[in-house]
């Protein structure tokens, strides 16, 4: 019995319950683990629930009550309901727990420790069992045990339970559990209510003291006895063969243990996915797997049965005889060692499999419904800890499995859920999936290798290095320095680097002895003089090859534009580049949620016919977060708060028929103008592309290879080219992806020998797209548009020189010109420019430009330099008036060049 009565038990629990909750002021700690949290209001918090596959957040929480609750059905209750389900705990061991946390002394009942077992409770059922002679006849002549053996360890009867006693005690010799026994009553093994868990190391107390070897883990209370009367040193687990503690390793340090479960399937089976994966690691002296030679039936399977029943003696009919203590010493020094540190994870020669032991475990007996779910989550987890690797990315809530070469997401998706199925029959939809599934992330945030984790090509500025994943059987990673070109590990590497592969890419191979002359010699035949356009843009369009394994080098990358008529070309280019690095064709049209997974994955982005006509909304947000490398945030879909972050961390190339002339555009996007003019006569796409494909590993080779040697080695001066070009182009309209620019001069510079290129060809390219640059500027600025259209509007009123017409003028546009010094100007407040705007363009039939004033003044500061050299001057906030700014304009006397609009309008 427990050291006070019932009553007073139950309040020093309460009282110490209440105790450790009211110390406890912000429940947030106990749900750190959780992800997406999202405050809502002063004490709930929304986040994915731990307990299942969550994309919309079902799971709240308060941090002042430490209350929870799944809306999707996982449950709810308060915060040691969430540690005993998180955990695997008893009530009574997470309160424990969360009071050692928090300070609470643990409770005291009449001066004993906390809900300590009286020795006295343990002698007083000593004293039943010897006066009872039934009890002790059953344990003497069907147990085998001798009264010495019942004495020694203090074997009892509890008369109220009608169940013989066995003391658990740990190993300091204290008491930590009575276990019951009866052969007649089902179960036939219980504990003392409240202290069944944790599981107990019964045998702990005489292996802490015992200066001998040898120790016997065996199965079962009654066969680590027999043991002891046989003169071996012995322990069991209190809660079966899928029960072994972490914690009780230290206990075998040093020692030459000798593993004898059942002769059963699930003996034998915990023994390999339970046992031998915990002691992997252990510092044993040695390690032997012992199976006794019986038949493994119900009543053949133990030691019980090795020492109390009889059976032939080396084949003979009538010579009979039980086991003996020289027979188990025999059948000990027979078993080869398993020596420590080489531990199979899965199986030994002969064992069962990663299916037979997760098998075991669900069809065990006496084994709650969550301890099998922890014992099969763990056996998962040592299994796929041995033969891959766990990581997590800690910019992100993403946790990976790297296996057989193969990288997964550790989450409810087809391809991991494939894989549980697979090895363990694990099924999503079930609660036991969703346990290991969540295990598993658990298990690779607290255990995994942080790394960082990106598409399938990434740079570290720092070493300088450029990976690349191979895509070949092995999953490997293609790291390149200036020092050398070796394949590592995915994930499994010192540089703590991991690479999603593409089902896009094609494998290919570096090849180390490959003659880079051979390889630049086939790239300028298949690609550099096939491309439709003019010697600067193919020696550009080369240079963006190398150029896309070096776009993490590049924050803000330029958007290529390749433009011209339907018979260009552009197309073309596009796909040879896409057949060398991917190894089939990339160019696409589709969403804009399967534009931003492929430029999140991929180095290389590419969207074919991509019109001016098609440029709004979400389309342009796509290729502005593209070009600027800034992260696109939106709401997740169905969800109030949950922020879905998009980030295109790739070139973008796109083909169409005329530039990309909005605005925003224009700085940051490299014009490639193709043309039929260019084309060779000779040229086949469908031959090119075949070519290509066969000799695709040597040009990479020879890319490779140019990035080691010629590039990395300069990474830094890059710099250097970049405060050129912004002190020799000053101004120039497409200073805005400079950085990158000067990134692809390098190239440039490394090309110009193996491709015969022209020195310095980089500046006449640079010049033309500065000059295409003003000029598409000219004809696409709405600003310039409709102040030229204005104009004519002036002219028009000044051949007419009548008071009705000016009348009609001020009317329709709210203002009139004036004359003075420097010529015709006219004032006006931002919102009279807007009025003008908009007259003008319901006069001419088109759409209003501009929504409001304040989008007007953004764009005419942003057009004044395209202004003034239009000839246009413009005074911004030229005087103050009652508080409101007007603004200065002078009309052109000169007639410059003038937009066109769409339709031909006047």
């Known amino acids: 019995m427990v050291d006070s009565s019932p009553n007073s038990v139950k309040e020093e629990w309460k009282r110490f319950k209440q105790e450790v909750l009211s110390r406890i002021q912000d429940f947030s700690t106990l749900f750190q683990g959780v992800q997406g949290q999202h405050k809502n209001g002063s004490e709930w918090v929304t986040a994915r629930c731990p307990f299942h596959d969550d994309h919309t957040p079902s799971f709240a929480f308060n941090n002042k009550t430490g209350q929870w609750a799944c809306f999707a059905g996982c449950g709810k209750g308060g915060a040691l309901d969430y540690l005993m389900h998180t955990t695997g705990a008893s009530f009574r061991d997470a309160l424990l727990a969360l009071g050692d946390k928090t300070g609470v002394p643990r409770p005291h009942l009449n001066g004993s420790g906390p809900g300590e077992i009286r020795e006295s ?62 052969s007649t009553q089902s179960p036939k093994m219980i504990n003392l209510k409240g202290f069944g868990n944790p599981p107990r190391l019964y045998g702990a107390d005489l292996l802490a003291k015992n200066p001998g070897k040898q120790v016997i883990l065996c199965e079962g209370e009654f066969d680590r006895l027999l043991l002891e009367q046989n003169g071996f040193v012995a322990v069991t687990s209190t809660h079966g063969c899928t029960a072994f503690r972490k914690e009780w390793i230290s206990l075998f340090e040093g020692k030459d243990l000798v593993i004898a479960y059942d002769v059963d399937p699930e003996g034998q089976a915990a023994v390999q996915g339970v046992v031998l994966r915990a002691l992997k690691d252990a510092k044993v002296s040695s390690i032997r797997n012992l199976q ?55 199986r030994t020669p002969g064992g ?163 003659d880079p002359a051979q390889g630049w010699a086939l790239f300028k035949e298949l690609l550099f003089d096939a491309f439709p356009c003019a010697e600067a843009d193919k020696a550009l369009l080369s240079s963006l090859v190398p150029l896309v394994f070096l776009k993490d080098f590049c924050p803000a990358r330029p958007l290529i534009r390749l433009s011209g008529s339907s018979d260009s070309g552009k197309t073309t280019a596009a796909k040879l580049i896409g057949h060398l690095i991917y190894g089939e064709d990339i160019a696409k049209t589709g969403t804009i949620a399967s534009f931003y997974t492929d430029a999140s994955r991929n180095p290389l982005a590419m969207l074919d016919n991509l019109e001016v006509s098609n440029l709004k909304g979400e389309l342009l947000d796509f290729l502005l977060t593209g070009a600027t490398g800034i992260v696109h945030e939106k709401k ?62 040597v040009i990479l080779s020879a890319v490779f290879r140019l990035l080691s040697q010629q590039i990395l080695p300069r990474i830094e001066k890059r710099y250097d080219v970049e405060m050129l070009l912004k002190r020799e182009f000053k101004d120039h309209p497409k200073e805005r992806p400079f950085e990158c620019l000067a ?125 003034k050299s239009a000839g246009w001057e413009v005074r911004i906030s030229f005087k103050t008036v009652r508080g409101e700014h007007t603004h200065w304009v002078r009309i052109p006397e000169n007639e410059p060049k003038e937009g066109g609009f769409p339709g031909g309008a006047e």
């Not at 001798?146 to 169940?163: A, H």
């Not at 119900?298 to 010579?319: A, H, I, N, Q």
């Not at 997401?409 to 029959?425: D, E, K, M, P």
């Not at 600025?781 to 003028?809: I, M, P, Y």
């Open 121 to 182: 409770y343990v002698r007083k059922m000593r004293e039943a069992l010897a006066q009872n002679k039934e009890i002790m006849s059953f344990l003497t002549g069907k147990r085998g045990l001798t009264e010495e053996t019942i004495r020694r360890f203090e074997l009892g009867w509890d008369s109220y339970r009608r169940r013989i006693s066995i003391p658990i005690r740990d190993e300091h010799g204290a008491l930590g559990n009575i276990r019951f026994y009866s």
């Open 292 to 346: 006794l030679p019986l038949s493994g039936a119900k009543d053949d399977k133990d030691f019980g049965d090795f020492f109390t029943k009889e059976r032939p003696v080396d084949g003979s009919l009538f010579d009979k005889r039980h086991g003996t203590a020289e027979d188990l010493k025999r059948l000990i020094a027979a078993v080869p060692l398993i020596e420590s540190g080489s531990v199979p994870a899965v």
């Open 352 to 514: 069962p499999g990663l299916l037979d032991i997760l098998n075991s475990i669900r069809d065990a007996k006496k084994v709650s419904s969550h301890q099998k779910l922890i014992s099969v989550a763990e056996v998962v987890m040592e299994h796929l800890t041995e033969q891959g690797a766990f990581f997590f990315d800690p910019r992100a809530s993403n946790e990976y499995l790297c296996l057989d070469g193969l990288l997964y997401t550790i989450s409810n998706n087809r391809t991991f859920n494939a894989l549980l199925q697979r090895i363990g029959r694990l099924n999503h939809t079930t609660s036991e999936g969703k346990f290991v599934w969540e295990f598993l992330k658990n298990a690779a945030r607290e255990k995994g290798s942080p790394v960082r984790s990106a598409g399938w090509v990434c740079d570290d500025a720092d070493l300088p290095a450029v990976y690349i994943h191979a895509h070949d059987e092995m999953g490997r990673i293609l790291k390149i320095t200036s020092d050398s070109i070796v394949l590592i590990p995915n994930g499994r590497n010192d540089d703590k680097v991991m690479l999603n592969p593409s089902d896009r890419v094609q494998p290919f191979r570096y090849l180390d002895n490959v």
């Open 636 to 697: 997740k879909l169905y969800t109030d708060q949950e922020i879905v972050r998009e980030k295109a961390a790739s070139f973008i190339m796109t083909t169409g028929i005329e530039s990309l002339g909005k605005p925003e555009l224009l700085s940051r996007q490299w014009e490639i103008p193709c043309d039929a003019a260019f084309h060779n006569p000779r040229f086949s796409q469908g031959n090119a592309i075949q070519k290509i494909l066969k000799h695709r590993d």
């Open 743 to 867: 990134l692809a001069f390098l190239v440039w510079d490394a090309l110009e020998e193996p491709l015969g290129l022209e020195k310095n060809l980089w500046s006449s390219w640079l010049k033309s797209q500065q000059a295409e640059s003003e000029e598409t500027a000219t004809d696409t600025n709405l600003v310039l548009q409709f102040l030229n259209l204005f104009k004519g509007a002036v002219r028009a009123l000044e051949s007419a020189r009548d008071l009705a017409t000016k009348d009609e003028f001020f009317a329709a546009y709210h203002l009139l010109p004036e004359h003075g010094e420097d010529g015709m100007f006219f004032t006006a407040t931002a919102g009279g420019i807007f009025h003008l705007f908009t007259a003008l363009a319901k006069r001419h039939g088109y759409p209003r430009p501009f929504e409001n004033p304040r989008q007007l003044m953004a764009r005419l500061r942003e057009s004044l330099p395209l202004l």
